[in-house]
Protein backbone atom coordinates (compact mmCIF):
# COMPACT_ATOMS: atom_id res chain seq x y z
CA UNK A 1 0.00 0.00 0.00
CA UNK A 2 2.52 2.27 0.82
CA UNK A 3 4.60 1.96 -2.35
CA UNK A 4 0.94 2.74 -4.08
CA UNK A 5 0.53 5.58 -2.02
CA UNK A 6 3.67 7.11 -2.39
CA UNK A 7 3.34 7.10 -6.28
CA UNK A 8 -0.04 8.88 -5.91
CA UNK A 9 1.26 11.48 -4.15
CA UNK A 10 4.28 12.10 -6.53
CA UNK A 11 1.84 11.67 -9.45
CA UNK A 12 -0.56 14.56 -8.07
CA UNK A 13 2.48 16.65 -7.21
CA UNK A 14 3.60 16.23 -10.86
CA UNK A 15 0.63 18.47 -11.50
CA UNK A 16 2.00 21.39 -9.55
CA UNK A 17 2.26 22.27 -5.92
CA UNK A 18 -0.29 21.43 -3.41
CA UNK A 19 -0.69 21.53 0.32
CA UNK A 20 -1.35 18.35 2.18
CA UNK A 21 -4.85 18.57 3.05
CA UNK A 22 -5.71 18.94 -0.93
CA UNK A 23 -2.94 16.18 -1.73
CA UNK A 24 -4.97 14.02 0.69
CA UNK A 25 -8.55 14.73 -0.81
CA UNK A 26 -7.13 14.06 -4.38
CA UNK A 27 -6.26 10.65 -3.32
CA UNK A 28 -9.32 9.72 -1.33
CA UNK A 29 -11.16 10.72 -4.92
CA UNK A 30 -8.34 9.03 -7.25
CA UNK A 31 -7.92 5.87 -4.76
CA UNK A 32 -10.56 5.42 -2.55
CA UNK A 33 -9.75 3.05 0.75
CA UNK A 34 -6.38 4.05 -0.36
CA UNK A 35 -6.01 6.44 3.12
CA UNK A 36 -8.40 4.18 5.17
CA UNK A 37 -9.87 7.05 6.43
CA UNK A 38 -6.20 7.25 8.15
CA UNK A 39 -4.97 11.16 6.59
CA UNK A 40 -2.50 11.05 9.01
CA UNK A 41 -0.02 8.56 7.15
CA UNK A 42 0.10 10.91 4.64
CA UNK A 43 2.33 13.41 6.04
CA UNK A 44 5.23 11.07 7.10
CA UNK A 45 4.90 10.09 3.55
CA UNK A 46 5.71 13.50 2.12
CA UNK A 47 8.44 14.16 5.13
CA UNK A 48 9.71 10.64 3.79
CA UNK A 49 9.59 12.23 0.25
CA UNK A 50 11.36 15.80 1.33
CA UNK A 51 14.43 13.26 3.01
CA UNK A 52 14.69 12.01 -0.43
CA UNK A 53 14.68 15.00 -2.15
CA UNK A 54 11.79 14.12 -4.09
CA UNK A 55 10.10 16.96 -2.76
CA UNK A 56 10.37 19.88 -1.18
CA UNK A 57 8.14 22.33 0.67
CA UNK A 58 7.58 25.74 1.71
CA UNK A 59 4.91 27.24 4.19
CA UNK A 60 2.84 29.59 2.67
CA UNK A 61 -0.36 32.27 4.68
CA UNK A 62 -3.51 31.74 2.80
CA UNK A 63 -6.83 33.42 4.35
CA UNK A 64 -4.27 33.60 7.42
CA UNK A 65 -3.81 30.17 7.70
CA UNK A 66 -0.36 28.91 7.11
CA UNK A 67 -0.24 25.90 4.77
CA UNK A 68 2.62 23.86 3.90
CA UNK A 69 2.92 23.51 -0.15
CA UNK A 70 4.73 20.17 -1.59
CA UNK A 71 5.87 20.16 -5.17
CA UNK A 72 8.03 17.90 -6.93
CA UNK A 73 12.19 18.36 -7.02
CA UNK A 74 14.09 18.07 -10.71
CA UNK A 75 15.16 14.53 -9.06
CA UNK A 76 11.72 13.38 -8.04
CA UNK A 77 10.38 14.44 -11.71
CA UNK A 78 13.18 12.17 -12.90
CA UNK A 79 12.24 9.24 -10.30
CA UNK A 80 8.69 9.81 -11.56
CA UNK A 81 9.96 9.44 -15.15
CA UNK A 82 11.78 6.57 -14.17
CA UNK A 83 9.03 4.48 -12.52
CA UNK A 84 6.59 5.33 -15.49
CA UNK A 85 9.11 3.96 -17.74
CA UNK A 86 10.19 0.79 -15.75
CA UNK A 87 6.26 -0.21 -13.66
CA UNK A 88 3.89 0.74 -16.37
CA UNK A 89 1.45 -1.97 -15.15
CA UNK A 90 1.72 -0.43 -11.63
CA UNK A 91 1.03 2.92 -13.29
CA UNK A 92 -1.72 1.78 -15.06
CA UNK A 93 -3.40 0.09 -11.85
CA UNK A 94 -3.11 3.49 -10.27
CA UNK A 95 -5.51 5.06 -13.30
CA UNK A 96 -7.23 7.13 -13.81
CA UNK A 97 -5.18 10.04 -12.90
CA UNK A 98 -7.10 12.39 -14.99
CA UNK A 99 -9.11 13.96 -12.35
CA UNK A 100 -8.85 18.08 -12.90
CA UNK A 101 -10.08 19.20 -9.59
Request: glycine residues 6%; aromatic residues 4%.
Amino acid sequence: MQTKLRLTILESLARGPEHGYRIAQRVKRLRPGLLDGNEAVLYPLLHDLELEGLAISHVQTHNGRERRYYRLTEHGKKVLVEVRQEEPQLIRSLSPLTEDA
